[in-house]
């Protein structure tokens, strides 16, 4: 299933090309003050739709995701990384950020990022 997806002023569009169910509620220092919701896919279903690389990118612990935010509206739609099992590209999308996705309908797993 195609979702369009952006920042909260548009500055970052996006699409996912992918079916959304059980997503991650993190309680680690930065999703817990962000409240993001995440859906983790393969890179290549995600397809930004406006200037790639028109964002400013946050790193913190490992230093092994790239968290994206817009400096307009401060919204960070998506993060990218590697899988540390299989050493494949991933997209961790906060799908709050896309517009047709209930969320109410979700299955939410929460995780301890806080302890690791």
Do not use: Q
């Amino acid at each position: 299933m195609l979702h369009r997806g952006s920042c909260h002023c548009g500055r970052i569009a996006f699409e996912l090309d992918a079916d959304v169910g059980d997503v991650v509620e993190c309680n680690c220092s930065l999703c817990r003050r962000r409240g993001w919701l995440l859906g983790f896919f393969p890179r290549d279903a995600l397809r930004v739709t406006t200037i790639d690389g028109d964002w400013t990118t946050y790193r913190f612990n490992k230093h092994h995701i790239d968290h994206h935010f817009c400096p307009t509206c401060g919204v960070a739609p998506f993060s990218e990384g590697v899988d540390p099992g299989s050493g494949a590209r991933i997209a961790a999308v906060n799908v709050r950020c896309l517009a047709d996705v209930d969320l109410a309908a979700l299955s939410i797993r929460p995780f301890d990022g806080a302890s690791l």
